[in-house]
């Protein structure tokens, strides 16, 4: 483990140093095919830094930020568009918004991305968010506490577990990121998650509920080129469809690339399939949305949410989880969640043991 934190120190130092030099140079090169060049020995290294990586948890996550975040924000910035442009007056500030899952406030006026950003309804008004953190805290906890009775527990159910627990982490994971992004450097940040286990709809969940810092840089990157494109060979009124298709297989592709860092073996494409899957499933959902405007056929909130989270559950269990079965990934994720446990309970009662025998020669002067 020391070893590992020793890599991932190195690799975070190299990105930063890369992060670095796109402040000072490709930034004063004028936008276009010019800066992209500049930024593409960038995009290479840190492409591979992941690479240096071998636990399950922080490989994942640097490529997240590192492959996925970061190089698609310096892909926009080679054109000036996007979080990074204008840059920023200081390089930490550029820094961070460049790599760390945080998405800047800002007054939009693009009339899709305010629909995009509807509020969310307060259908459970009775839950607080200090009530619903703590409810996601027990949960977080009954559920590692239950995989370890996994041998009596039905397959599917540990797969349930271990999605779960995903959730669960990245959710945490992204708001300690942004909660630090405040705290040090003082920005205002959007939510990265809008509670989507209360999402009515695939529009609901995908556009307004989860992980709503990385819809917005495949918004950019992905939907707006594409649409463009689309308005251009069909009418406006269907453009968006063709552009959601494309944005959910980029977002597939994107995930097999991430896992193919774990498992550095050739990608299976599930993961892009189960995108395909929602990206076509929400095109007909928009499409008839388009074609009962009036409100005919309307469902109550309560059956579209347990559909939908019917519909998630079952698309999962085929298409999203197998890859984490296979080779054994969750058992290689649970361990690795164990062991850290266990290093963090042992450094706490040392901790303590220290504290305790300074209290008593304190007192014993």
């Given at each position: 483990m020391d070893g590992?934190?020793?890599n991932l120190l190195q690799v975070w130092i190299l990105a930063t140093t890369c992060l670095t030099y796109c402040y000072y140079i490709p930034s004063k090169i004028p936008s276009g095919t010019s800066r992209l060049l500049s930024l593409l020995p960038i995009f290479y290294l840190l492409t591979i830094l992941p690479l240096k990586l071998h636990t399950i948890h922080l490989c994942v996550f640097t490529a997240f930020l590192l492959?996925?975040?970061?190089?698609?924000?310096l892909l926009l910035f080679a054109f000036d568009q996007g979080p990074l442009s204008p840059p920023p007056s200081k390089l930490s500030h550029f820094i961070s918004i460049a790599c760390l899952p945080i998405k800047l406030k800002t007054n939009n006026t693009n009339p899709s991305r305010k629909k995009m950003q509807?509020?969310?309804?307060k259908s459970f008004p009775i839950f607080s968010r200090s009530t619903?953190?703590?409810?996601?805290?027990?949960?977080?906890v009954v559920l590692l506490h239950a995989y370890k009775y996994k041998q009596y527990l039905h397959q599917k159910l540990i797969i349930i577990i271990c999605m779960l627990y995903i959730y669960l982490l990245l959710e945490t994971v992204l708001a300690v990121c942004s909660a630090l992004a405040q705290a040090i450097l003082g920005l205002e940040l959007e939510p990265q998650f809008n509670e989507p286990y209360l999402s009515t709809s695939l529009q609901d969940f995908w556009g307004r509920r989860w992980n709503l810092m990385v819809t917005s840089i495949l918004h950019s990157t992905v939907?707006?080129?594409?649409?463009?494109?689309?308005?251009?060979?069909i009418d406006d009124k269907w453009a968006a469809l063709p552009a959601v298709l494309a944005t959910f297989a980029v977002s597939g592709v994107m995930h097999d690339i991430i896992y193919c860092y774990l498992t550095r073996a050739p990608p299976t494409w599930e993961m892009t399939s189960f995108f395909v899957l929602h990206g076509t499933c929400l095109t007909m959902e928009l499409a008839a949305k388009r074609e009962l405007a009036d409100g005919r056929w309307r469902l109550h909130p309560a059956v579209s949410c347990l559909l939908l989270l019917v519909f998630l559950l079952m698309s999962s269990l085929w298409l999203f989880s197998p890859p984490l079965l296979r080779g054994g990934v969750n058992e290689k994720m649970m361990r690795e969640v164990f062991t850290f446990a266990n290093l963090i309970k042992n450094e706490g009662i040392a901790l303590m043991?220290?504290?305790?025998?300074?209290?008593?020669?304190v007192f014993s002067i």
């Open positions: 590992e934190f020793k492959v996925w975040l970061t190089n698609f924000k509807k509020p969310l309804q619903l953190l703590a409810i996601k805290v027990v949960l977080f939907y707006d080129p594409v649409r463009r494109i689309s308005t251009r060979l043991k220290i504290l305790h025998e300074k209290t008593i020669f």
